[in-house]
């Protein structure tokens, strides 16, 4: 753990202070607290950098970290914060890597609902666009890459979930090899549980 601290802190003294885009938001951590700041995430790095609200107008002269706390994605529950250069609100969460549950990552939430959508960034890049990410599903826990939706998470859908989106898929036109279709077609699935309709996973 010592190594990986002194990897984080390397990383952020490679980055200037007006290289990170910093966010107003909040941080909740592992230990259930919460706290308010400024946050920056290191893109691709599994990384949040926090100023915390009583320190963000004392940064001392000469500090590598920017005045901020280093928090890796195991010291983590969830990161909240506005996005002013794009009008939303972003919000991530960390889990643990499929068939390694020591292995920690954070996730964007896109999509929240009965199935969350989440993703992941390729680039190191703030700059990444939506071809830039990989796409997972959220299913109780357990994440699944969005390719493997049809093989992996549809079939745990009871058999009236199941009619709705084969009919809504057909209607509009989905691909289930498009991510972008996939999209949709969570989204659609949420809407049915947010409607009352019987989709309770067996």
Known sequence: MKTLTLILLFATHLLP????????????????EVVVGQ????AGRDVVLLRRATNVSI???????H???????????????????????RRFVSHAVRHNSKAIQLYEIVLQGG???????????????????????????A?????????????ALDETSKQHLTAYAKANGLQHAD????????????QLVRTGEKVARN
């Open 59 to 65: 940064l001392p002269k000469g500090d590598i970290n």
């Open 179 to 190: 991510e972008a279709n996939l999209i949709r077609i969570v989204g659609y699935y949420n």
């Open 143 to 155: 994440i699944t890459p969005l390719w493997k939706f049809y093989r992996d998470v549809y079939p």
């Open 17 to 32: 202070a007006q290289d990170l885009k910093w966010h107003e938001g909040s941080v909740v951590l592992a230990s259930g």
């Open 39 to 42: 946050v920056s995430m290191m």
């Open 67 to 89: 005045g901020a706390d280093v928090l890796p994605a195991h010291k983590v529950q969830s990161v909240f914060y506005y996005d002013k250069q794009d009008n939303v609100n």
């Open 115 to 141: 199935l969350n959508v989440l993703r992941r960034t390729r680039s190191t890049s703030d700059s990444a666009d939506a071809g830039d990410f990989d796409y997972f599903v959220d299913a109780s826990g």
